[in-house]
């Protein structure tokens, strides 16, 4: 099966633009996980996507916010960025407990 | 809330000798406890998980170990080679939620050839 894709990879924006981020997981999983990562908070839950419901959210403010269509593709969504937003954002699909990790799209917030 | 400590950040090790991390968590209702691997620029990969009716699981050189009771486990990396050489994080499930991951710290592994 193929892996956990996500687009894009890079990104590059300025701070009060939004931005929105993609994660295929692998065929069959229905959950998909979103997390941030950063050199300073390490890697922090954001939310998870089940059947196109969101099932569980971490402690991020309401500027992040998501969804998952029919597919069990799901998009992340950044308004507002803010510097402190620049981060490695993972996205990982599961079938049950285990999760497997996309590569990941790195934000650069100038 | 929920936490999840690990030590040590960082580790040396040569070549051939074993490796052990250690972390500890808040909740003992937890009962999922994956190990990821993360090489520079890579993705995180598990590479051994144990769930909590289990005290230990062993998968070729790597091997973790579950103590309920005092809330920590570990992971145990024998006969280590330089391509071990990346940062292993820790994670737990907490109570009511079953995929959302709280991760340790990281630990940042060399192994010295």
């Known amino acids: 099966k193929a892996g956990v894709t996500q687009t894009p990879r890079y990104l590059i924006k300025t701070r009060g633009q939004q931005v929105t981020l993609s994660c295929s997981p692998i065929?069959?999983?229905?959950?998909v996980s979103w997390y941030q990562q950063t050199p300073g908070q390490g890697l922090q839950f954001l939310f998870e996507?089940?059947?196109?419901?969101?099932?569980n959210k971490g402690n991020f403010p309401g500027r992040f916010s998501g969804r998952q269509f029919s597919n069990s593709r799901s998009e992340m969504n950044v308004s507002t960025l803010e510097l402190g937003d620049s981060a490695l954002y993972l996205c990982?699909?599961?079938?049950?407990?285990?999760?497997?990790f996309g590569p990941g799209t790195r934000l650069l917030v100038l | 809330g929920e936490n999840v400590e690990q030590h040590p950040s960082t580790l040396s090790v040569q070549e051939g000798d074993s490796a052990v991390i250690k972390c500890t968590y808040s909740?003992?209702?937890?009962?999922?406890f994956p190990w990821y691997k993360q090489e520079l620029g890579k993705r995180p990969q598990l590479i051994i998980d144990?769930?909590?009716?289990?005290g230990e699981k062993k998968d070729q050189r790597i091997a973790v170990t579950l103590n309920k009771t005092a809330k920590h486990f570990s992971l145990h990396i024998t006969e280590t080679q330089p391509e071990d050489s990346a940062v292993y994080f820790c994670?737990?499930?907490?109570?009511?939620?079953?995929?959302?991951?709280?991760f340790g710290s990281g630990t940042q592994l060399t192994v010295l050839p």
């Open positions: 909740d003992s209702a937890s009962n999922y």
């Open positions: 994670a737990a499930t907490f109570s009511g939620s079953a995929r959302q991951l709280t």
């Open positions: 065929s069959g999983h229905r959950s």
């Open positions: 996507y089940f059947s196109e419901t969101q099932r």
């Open positions: 990982a699909s599961s079938q049950k407990e285990t999760q497997y």
């Open positions: 144990i769930r909590s009716n289990v």
